[in-house]
C-alpha cells in the first residue's frame, strides 16, 4: 500500500484515533492506536485464533458502520470533502461485544491520503483479542452514505418491517421502518431495486423523519439498481441533475433530488445504488393549489402487465399500455377526466385535432416534455413512465404531461433480448402537432423552448 505521510505526522495522527467505549461498568473495550507487527504477533501467539468475529457492531465517529457479515468487512462514511486530510476518527464497539474485549489497528490508515483511501477502496485491519482468543477484520472507509437495512421476513413486494440505519459522515438516521422491492421487468435482475418507508415505528404509531442523510427528504426513498440498464451507473443521475436546471423545486413534479450510496441488506453487501427522493403525487398537486386537490386527476402511462395494483385502464390506442390512476379527484377511482384525452387522440380530421388540442393541451408542457425526451435520449416515458395531469380549471380540463422516471437515458441498447433502445422516441402527440401545424405557431414555439431547454441544460456543465 503507497505510503505518503512523513514518519512524525503518522505517528502524530496514531496517537488520535485510539477511543474508549464506556458501558456503566469497568469494562471498556478499546480501539487502541497502531501496535507494532511485532506485538500483534505476539498477542496472537499467547492466543487461539477464534472461529467467529470477536467483534460484529462498530461505530464511527458516534455512528453506526455497515458490516458486511460474509466478507467481515465494516464501512465507515467520511464524506467526499475531506482531501487528503483526514478528518477525526473515532472508532467504538457496541456493547453487545465480547467481555474482554480490546481492539487495536494493525494498519495505520494514517500512511495514506484520505481521498486515494476512498477512491480506491483501501481496506485497514483491525485485530481483536481477549485473554484467550484473537480476529481480524477490515473497515473500508466510503464517501457515500451507507444504508444499512435489517429484516426478520423475506423482502417481496409487499412491505415487511425493518432497522434502518443510514449514515453520512457525522450524520446519522436510525429508525424502524418498512422496505420492499420495487420495479417492473427490473425486479427480476439479480440486483433489484427497493423502497424504504420511515413513516412508521413497530408499535404502528407514525413517526417521520425530516432529514434524511444526503436527501432532505421526509418519509421514503427509492433505492435504484442502475446497472442492469446501465453498466456506467451514470445516467440516471446525469439526468435528474440536469433536469434539476430545468425545473424549480416548488413546480409540481420538478427533479427529484439523487444521491449515490452503498447497501448493506441483512449483513449483506449489494453494492452501489442510486438513492431517489420518490415523488407524493398528493404533494405535486397541492403545489398547483389547494383548489386542485378536488378537481384533478393525475395517471400514468404504463405497460399492463407491470401495473403495480392501482386502477388501471386500457390505452384503446396502445395495445398492451394503459393508464394508472395515481391521483383520482374526490378520492374516486375514476377515468373519465381523460375522455376528452381519448377523444383528440381518435380524431382523424387534422384541422378538427388542431382545434380541440388548441383547447385541451397544455401546450408549453407537452412541447417540453418532447424537448426533454430529445435531449436526455428518453426511451422509456411515453408508452410508460409518463404522468398526464387533468387539470380542472371552471370546468375545462386541460392536460399536461410530466416525468415519472428518468432511468432510461441517454440512448440505453438491449440487443440481447431483442429490444433497441437506441432510437430517440417521438411523443406522438407532439408529432402530429408538429406535422399538421400549418400556421407555424407550434413548430415557432418548439423552437424557442429547445433553445431554452438547452442553454439551460449546458450552462452549468
Excluded at 14 to 41: F, N
Excluded at 120 to 140: H, K, L, N, P, R
Aim: contains cysteine.
Amino acid at each position: 500500500m503507497k505510503r505518503f505521510k512523513l514518519f512524525l505526522a503518522m505517528a502524530a495522527l496514531a496517537c488520535a484515533i485510539g477511543l474508549t467505549v464506556k458501558y456503566g461498568s469497568t469494562y471498556r473495550p478499546v480501539v487502541e492506536p497502531v501496535r507494532e507487527i511485532e506485538e500483534i504477533w505476539a498477542l496472537e501467539d499467547a492466543r487461539e485464533e477464534s472461529e467467529k468475529p470477536l467483534v460484529t457492531r462498530l461505530f464511527c465517529n458516534g455512528i453506526p458502520m455497515a458490516y458486511d457479515a460474509e466478507n467481515n468487512v465494516f464501512y465507515g462514511s467520511l464524506g467526499l470533502e475531506n482531501g487528503e486530510e483526514w478528518p477525526e476518527i473515532e472508532l467504538t464497539a457496541s456493547d453487545e461485544a465480547v467481555k474482554g474485549l480490546s481492539l487495536c489497528f494493525a494498519d495505520d490508515y494514517g500512511f495514506d491520503d484520505c481521498d486515494a483511501a476512498i477512491r480506491e477502496g483501501y481496506s485497514y485491519q483491525i485485530f481483536a483479542y481477549t485473554d484467550t482468543a484473537y480476529s481480524y477484520a477490515e473497515v473500508v472507509f466510503t464517501g457515500l452514505p451507507l444504508v444499512n437495512v435489517t429484516a426478520d421476513q423475506t423482502i417481496e413486494r409487499e412491505d415487511v418491517p425493518a432497522q434502518i440505519e443510514i449514515a453520512l459522515a457525522a450524520e446519522g438516521l436510525q429508525t424502524n421502518g418498512r422496505i420492499h422491492k420495487r420495479g417492473g421487468a427490473s425486479i427480476l435482475n439479480d440486483k433489484v431495486g427497493y423502497k424504504l418507508e420511515f413513516t412508521r415505528t413497530t408499535d404502528g404509531k407514525k413517526k417521520i423523519y425530516r432529514e434524511i442523510p444526503g436527501m432532505e427528504t421526509d418519509s421514503q426513498v427509492i433505492l435504484l439498481p442502475m446497472n442492469a440498464l446501465d453498466t456506467t451507473m451514470m445516467r440516471d443521475r446525469l439526468s435528474w441533475a440536469l433536469y434539476a436546471r430545468l425545473t424549480r423545486r416548488d413546480e409540481p413534479f420538478s427533479a427529484r433530488k439523487t444521491q449515490y450510496c452503498e447497501l448493506f441488506l441483512n449483513g449483506e453487501y449489494r453494492g452501489v445504488y442510486l438513492m431517489l427522493e420518490p415523488f407524493s403525487v398528493r404533494q405535486e398537486v397541492v403545489k398547483a393549489g389547494e383548489e386542485h386537490l378536488t378537481t384533478d386527476s393525475v395517471y400514468r402511462t404504463a405497460v399492463i402487465s407491470l401495473s403495480h395494483g392501482r386502477p388501471c385502464m386500457e390505452d384503446p390506442y396502445s395495445a398492451a399500455t394503459g393508464f394508472e390512476l395515481y391521483y383520482p379527484m374526490d378520492g374516486e377511482p375514476d377515468f373519465s377526466p381523460l375522455a376528452d384525452y381519448f377523444a383528440l387522440l381518435g380524431e382523424t380530421d387534422d384541422a378538427a385535432f388542431m382545434r380541440r388540442a388548441a383547447q385541451i393541451i397544455d401546450l408549453d408542457s407537452a412541447l417540453r416534455y418532447d424537448v426533454v425526451l430529445q435531449l436526455f435520449g428518453l426511451t422509456d416515458n411515453v408508452i410508460n413512465n409518463m404522468y398526464t395531469w387533468a387539470q380542472n380549471s371552471r370546468g375545462h380540463t386541460r392536460y399536461r404531461f410530466d416525468f415519472w422516471d428518468l432511468d432510461v437515458s441517454w440512448g440505453l441498447k438491449r440487443d440481447e433480448i431483442g429490444e433497441m433502445h437506441e432510437n430517440w422516441v417521438f411523443f406522438p402527440l407532439v408529432d402530429r402537432l408538429l406535422r399538421v401545424d400549418e400556421e407555424g405557431g407550434v413548430r415557432k414555439r418548439y423552437g424557442e423552448i429547445y433553445r431554452e431547454v438547452r442553454e439551460l441544460s449546458l450552462i452549468h456543465i
